[in-house]
């Protein structure tokens, strides 16, 4: 049963291995400390350049509402060309026969045309400060975005850390392992040992071999991960340069990380925006009940010129200033559903707005906890990994002077290795539990 496992786990180990070194895929190794991995990896990031264009968009939108409330000038030119008719003529007995609109059978006209609302029940203002309000929420919404992309990063980091850790540790235990397969083959052959105890080492060490084979294809897994999360070639080996500091690192009090987090979170921020913004849609709603008053003027430049009478063919300019008012006297109540309309989703908006305040409490409290208890658990762990190595030295000098069990050095052994994997996890937790209140206070 043990001889098939390994077999099967030795086989995977080889198909993965092919996996990662193909002909065809340079493997490229690269040493890379934390900030350089988010400086790649928010440059490479897909996210943010949508984001980003998300950002123009409504930067257009913000353009094209500001401009309804400027004067437009348009420029028009025709030419028309009328079907052959006879002139329209007066005789006068005794006086003969005048022709009163002569037949100009080509007509050209040029039209400059100026026009600029004075009036639309605050449509114009309403447009614009939402469109405004929407453009600060993208904003917003692209420093959420690259928050998210931080600590995507981070953790694809740390748990790539992590994972050489855990290898770093399985790896001593086998060498300590062989070791101790050495020490005791030896007292076997000396009568010192039971073919029983040399067992129990052989299959500690296979189990540790076993837990080997995990470790190598979970950096491997781990660093395909982080590749992909910096958007870079996935065939990419990468080394980690980082180590983490708990003991001189001070926790702020969670008050004021839930002060900073009301004053800076990105989400919050884009919401108070979209707020506004909702608030002025109601004013917008009830543009209808106001009358809408335009000014405009135009200068004609024709031939011939339809004011100009009688008719000559020549280009002769005229021009006409107006002033407009249109009013709405029944609208079968749709402005009144609009303005319901738009008051109801501001009311919508608020509870959502207060919602995601609850949450955001919620969020930095939750995670102010975590990171308390990370950190007091890396100082427990370091404890322990010094107590184990140790435990571990004593252990193994006894066994080797034949005054301490084979099972005591076995149980040394696991212990060492277990101390050391809790306190890569417990680093790891500290590490992405200062990710997490980084973000959840709106910091970076």
């Not at 959420?144 to 600590?151: H, R």
């Not at 003027?297 to 407009?324: C, H």
Request: net charge negative; aromatic share 8%.
């Amino acid at each position: 049963m043990l001889i098939n496992k390994l077999r099967k786990s030795f086989i995977t180990a080889i198909l993965f291995s092919f996996l990662f070194t193909c002909p065809g895929k340079a493997q490229e190794k690269r040493h890379l400390s934390l900030e350089e991995s988010l400086k790649i990896g928010l440059e490479n990031s897909k996210i943010l350049h949508s984001s980003k264009m998300k950002i123009i968009s409504a930067d257009a939108q913000l353009s094209m509402a500001n401009a309804g409330g400027l004067p437009s000038l348009a420029l028009g030119a025709n030419y028309t060309r009328l079907s052959n008719v006879a002139p329209y003529t007066i005789s006068i007995p005794y006086f003969g026969t005048y022709t009163l609109s002569p037949t100009i059978l080509d007509n050209y006209t040029a039209k400059l045309s100026l026009q600029q609302p004075l009036f639309t029940g605050f449509k114009i203002s309403s447009n614009s400060e939402i469109a405004k309000n929407n453009s600060l929420a993208a904003k917003q919404d692209y420093s959420k975005d690259e928050q998210d992309v931080i600590y995507n990063i981070k953790n694809a980091y740390w748990n790539l850390f992590l994972t050489g850790k855990l290898k770093e540790a399985i790896d001593e235990n086998v060498q300590q392992m062989k070791a101790h397969l050495d020490d005791i083959q030896n007292f076997f052959k000396q009568g010192l040992a039971t073919k029983n105890e040399v067992l129990k080492v052989e299959v500690q060490l296979s189990e540790a071999q076993l837990s080997q084979i995990d470790a190598r294809n979970s950096v491997k897994i781990a660093t395909v991960n982080f590749d992909n999360v910096i958007n870079i070639s996935l065939a990419t080996e990468i080394e980690v340069q980082e180590d983490a500091e708990v003991e001189n690192e001070n926790i702020e009090d969670i008050d004021q990380l839930i002060d900073k987090a009301m004053k800076n979170r990105p989400d919050l921020k884009s919401l108070q925006y979209r707020l506004n913004a909702s608030k002025n849609g109601i004013t917008l709603a009830q543009s209808g009940w106001y009358p809408q008053v335009v000014i405009g003027g135009e200068y004609d430049y024709e031939k011939p010129n339809s004011r100009i009478l009688p008719l000559e063919d020549n280009f002769k300019a005229t021009w006409a200033v107006e002033v407009g008012l249109t009013y709405s006297l029944w609208d079968w109540g749709t402005t009144r559903a609009q303005t319901t309309q738009a008051e109801s989703q501001y009311e919508q908006t608020k509870d959502s707005y207060s919602t995601l305040k609850d949450a955001v409490t919620l969020d930095v409290t939750q995670n102010y906890y975590n990171l308390v208890k990370a950190k007091e658990k890396v100082l427990v762990t370091e404890q322990t990994v010094n107590q184990a190595e140790e435990n571990y030295r004593v252990t193994d000098e006894r066994f080797k002077q034949g005054l301490t069990l084979n099972s005591e050095l076995l149980d040394a052994e696991v212990a060492l290795v277990q101390a050391k994997t809790n306190c890569a996890q417990s680093i790891v937790d500290y590490e992405l539990a200062k990710a997490q209140i980084e973000r959840s206070t709106g910091g970076k």
